[in-house]
């Protein structure tokens, strides 16, 4: 007889369901006062079931219940208007003489793509902000803020604290965006347009391959961010792709190598020679990581020797992102005047509503907890062990390391084959019903 496993939970569908419909739209001046934070306490419990239930393969009615009762673009307004208060409001606060807080108050951002209808137009722009900051920064070095110092003043911290969430968010916005370029045959004109011509995105990732800002040295060793540290990396190890690096590839292979792409993108001098740079990085080593990278190869070789086609000109009414703007213009003149209220009102909370609200935030902010619900952790296919990394190529057995990986590629290769023709067969069987 076969063993079922608990249904883990956070919140049942019921509570899910009532928290979802309560999610509503603020204001600037909102931002930190208790009904903002009592919203992200929701927010963060919904994720975290919706995190089980993927994991689980189990019903995902959280993500269900956020389309069908159309919240997706309330939390990409809630993830604009924070970056907007952090960019205007923020600096503001920081030299206010009258703003000392006693205790940090955590800054962070909601992440979702889902079903975002019109709104998605504001989701590529914020991803753009993002990475072209990342970028930039990496470009001119600054990559030791992302650390926090306890012997620092709370201004001091609350700064260093913004700056390593700013890194966070934009790795996040990274992994929103190759989201994105995934359903390029499934976007509008206009997402498409926004992506490829007004932000030049495939530019952009090149940028990020170059200068690789979840990679640094540090005191003579090779560290890289991964799962939230930085890590240092043994030499045997240092030429093996990370998450990051994967979804960088994984978001140029879309932009670069889908029809509906190379149809529109421009690919004129200044482009050619961005995108060519990306052939002294495609080694063997890295194409044996992440074989689909052989084709980006190819089509580059091709580029370096041919002129591609003009892009196709369509003339289409393009829609404008409006959140950004709309949050901008209704605030155009108050920024000081936003940051005395929230001194005032949001952030000059009572000792014991401080303490009340801490406590709330640890529980809710968790991880261990969840880490305890989810279930077991997958096995490597070669040794056993605890594994965090799947086949490329069929996504169905996993691997502790590179070493167990290669060892157990005679024995899998047959079945990594087998699954691979099958999921091709089953998607060419899904395009024809189309």
Excluded at 18 to 41: A, M, T, V
Excluded at 143 to 167: G, P, T
Excluded at 203 to 217: A, D, I, M
Excluded at 324 to 345: D, R, T
Aim: proline fraction near 4%; hydrophobic fraction near 35%.
């Amino acid at each position: 007889m076969m063993e079922t496993s608990s249904f883990h939970q956070v919140l049942f569908p019921g509570e899910a369901e009532g928290y979802i419909q309560n999610l509503e739209i603020f204001s600037l001046k909102d931002i930190g006062c208790p009904r903002w934070f009592k919203q992200h306490e929701y927010i963060e419990k919904l994720n975290m079931q919706a995190i089980l239930n993927a994991t689980g393969s189990q019903d995902e009615f959280v993500k269900e219940l956020l389309v069908s009762l159309g919240k997706i673009p309330t939390l990409i307004h809630e993830m604009i208007l924070v970056e907007a208060w952090k960019v205007k409001i923020f600096p503001i606060l920081c030299q206010l003489q009258d703003f000392n807080p006693e205790n940090t108050f955590p800054l962070y951002m909601v992440e979702s793509c889902e079903a975002a209808e019109d709104s998605v137009l504001d989701l590529v722009d914020y991803c753009h902000r993002k990475l072209t900051l990342m970028a930039g920064h990496s470009e001119s070095g600054d990559q030791d803020s992302h650390s926090v110092d306890v012997n620092s003043s709370s201004i001091q911290e609350l700064q260093k604290q913004s700056a390593a969430l700013e890194f966070e968010i934009s790795l996040k916005a990274l992994s929103v965006l190759r989201y994105i370029t995934d359903h390029t045959d499934s976007v509008s004109l206009s997402v498409l347009t926004r992506l490829l011509c007004t932000h030049n995105l495939p530019c952009v990732l090149v940028q990020l391959v170059e200068h690789c800002p979840w990679s640094r040295f540090s005191k003579g060793q090779l560290e890289k961010y991964i799962d939230g540290k930085w890590h240092q990396i043994p030499r045997e190890d240092q030429v093996k792709m990370t998450k990051l690096d994967g979804q960088v590839w994984i978001a140029l292979l879309n932009l670069l190598l889908k029809p509906e792409c190379q149809r529109k993108y421009d690919f004129n001098s200044f482009n050619k020679s961005q995108l060519l740079k990306l052939q002294a990085f495609l080694t063997e080593v890295l194409i044996d990581q992440l074989p689909n990278l052989g084709e980006l190869q190819r089509f580059l070789s091709h580029l370096a020797v041919m002129d591609p086609a003009p892009p196709k000109k369509d003339l289409i009414l393009e829609q404008i992102p409006e959140m950004w703007n709309n949050i901008m213009k209704e605030n155009s003149g108050k920024w000081k005047a936003l940051a005395k209220y929230q001194v005032k009102h949001a952030f000059n909370p009572s000792k014991s509503d401080l303490r009340q609200q801490a406590q709330r935030l640890a529980l809710t902010y968790n991880l261990d907890v969840i880490e305890s619900l989810i279930p077991e952790k997958p096995k490597c296919g070669s040794c056993g062990s605890e594994a965090s990394k799947r086949c490329s190529r069929c996504q169905g057995e996993w691997y502790c390391r590179r070493e167990c990986q290669v060892k157990h590629w005679p024995k899998h290769k047959k079945a990594c084959q087998l699954m691979v023709d099958a999921t091709e067969k089953l998607q060419s069987d899904l395009n024809i019903e189309a």
